[in-house]
């Protein structure tokens, strides 16, 4: 393995499903990822999470980790929601949106001071995987989207797998949602979470760290190498079984990781 010098890298991002815990719904800790944060807070590095989870809030996916057993900071936690909130809110102070997504979503809106409402008028609507959603809820965002209305997509994936009312399953994701409405409208949906490169600059940006201090740590070549990796940003990939991965659209860029390996642990012996 190539020597990156990790010594120098002072901000480690990590993605959460399949990296840090099995999946939001399946908290269970993998016991590597938790030996390197524990190794890097005592190396006094800066420990972060990016993750494409749309359904919860920042604050749910702090409660899943944190209650995992990683010491970590609801500040330094970001979701697929709290990123597309902070994309509307630079496009719009206050805006109102339409948002579906199991609550967690609405919540980061709220919290960076955007208007979510259930009526018109509506200058964005954006969708977050939501397995309580309703008919006229989706009738209700393809008519604002018609009328005008931005379309966001928080986060790409089209299933996932997780628990719902006590069933194990595989469900439908945001961007097969957004589908239906791009379908319905013509208007196509702007893409908001990993690998959009964009999401990796302003959460290093908002830390107070910069790009080349930066690594990502992933399970997925698809969002955190891709991203990362476009971003300009170390990547590191690690290898948790081909079947849990959720596929996300990164078109042409590079998923080639910086370093792979079968378990964090080999990064915790290079320190
Ligand atoms: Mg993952």
Redesign the pocket.
């Known amino acids: 393995m190539a020597d990156y010098s990790l010594e120098d890298k002072t901000l480690w991002l990590f ?5 840090l815990i099995l ?1 939001v719904d399946h908290p269970t800790v993998f016991s590597d990822a938790l030996n390197l944060w524990n190794r890097l807070l005592e190396l006094e590095k800066t420990n972060a999470i990016l ?2 989870v749309g359904r919860l809030s920042s604050r749910q996916i702090y409660n899943a980790v944190s209650g995992a057993g990683y010491s970590v900071d609801l500040d330094k936690t970001f979701s697929a929601g709290a990123a597309a909130a902070a994309y509307i809110a630079n496009q719009q102070t206050g805006a109102r949106c339409f948002v579906i997504g199991e609550g967690g979503a609405q919540e980061d809106f709220i919290v960076k001071g955007l208007d979510v409402t259930n009526n018109p008028p509506v200058d964005f609507v954006a969708i977050g995987a939501d397995r309580g959603m309703t008919f006229a809820e989706l009738n209700f965002a393809t008519k604002m989207v018609k009328d005008g209305a931005g379309l966001i997509c928080i986060s790409g994936s089209r299933d996932y797998p997780g628990i719902y009312l006590g069933s194990e399953d595989v469900y439908i994701g945001e961007r097969s949602i957004v589908a239906a409405i791009e379908d319905a409208t013509g208007v196509e949906a702007v893409i908001v979470g990993k690998p959009l490169p964009e999401i990796f600059h302003a959460t290093v940006e908002l830390l107070g760290f910069s790009i080349t201090d930066s690594v990502m740590v ?3 070549p698809q ?2 190498i891709a991203g990362g990796r476009a971003a300009g940003m170390m990547t590191i990939l690690v290898d ?1 079984g081909k079947e ?3 596929p996300f659209d990164s078109g042409d860029l590079d998923k080639t990781p910086h370093m792979h390996v079968k378990s964090l642990d080999e990064i915790v012996k290079l320190f």
């Open positions: 993605d959460v499903d399949n990296t999946d993750t494409n992933g399970d997925n969002s955190d948790r849990n991965i959720v």
